[in-house]
């Protein structure tokens, strides 16, 4: 499956970024995912879901994005808001299978990646 995000761009702190990632295929039987990855620094997972309900944020971000998707457009989301500087990274969005990414779907490392979408946060 090929995966495309956008809706990355620049911000000021405090404000609210909307990415997407549309899926080739149907995306029902996968998990999605959101990762970013700063210079420097290592790929974090964001927030995960799947299309039964689990969810799953990183505590850096919880409270403060919302992941959703759309199996009936193959779309995910991520909704950023009240963003700050330190959330400033390449975001990428990712795929698997749900049986293989359900034990750790923040740490799994997924089959299917975007190219990534950059947000950057300045104070």
């Known amino acids: 499956v090929q995966l495309v995000e956008s809706g990355g761009g620049s911000v000021q702190s405090g404000g609210s970024l909307r990415l997407s990632c549309v899926a080739s295929?149907?995306?029902?039987?996968?998990?999605m995912a959101w990762f970013r990855q700063a210079p420097g620094k290592e790929r974090e997972g964001v927030a995960s879901s799947s299309s039964s309900g689990d969810i799953f944020y990183a505590d850096t971000v919880k409270g403060r994005f919302t992941i959703s998707r759309d199996d009936a457009k193959n779309t995910a989301y991520l909704q950023m808001d009240s963003l700050k500087p330190e959330d400033t990274a390449m975001y990428y969005c990712a795929a698997d299978f749900y049986w293989r990414a359900r034990l750790s779907p923040l740490r799994y490392s997924y089959s299917y990646w975007g190219q990534g979408t950059q947000v950057t946060v300045s104070s």
């Open positions: 295929e149907s995306n029902s039987r996968y998990y």
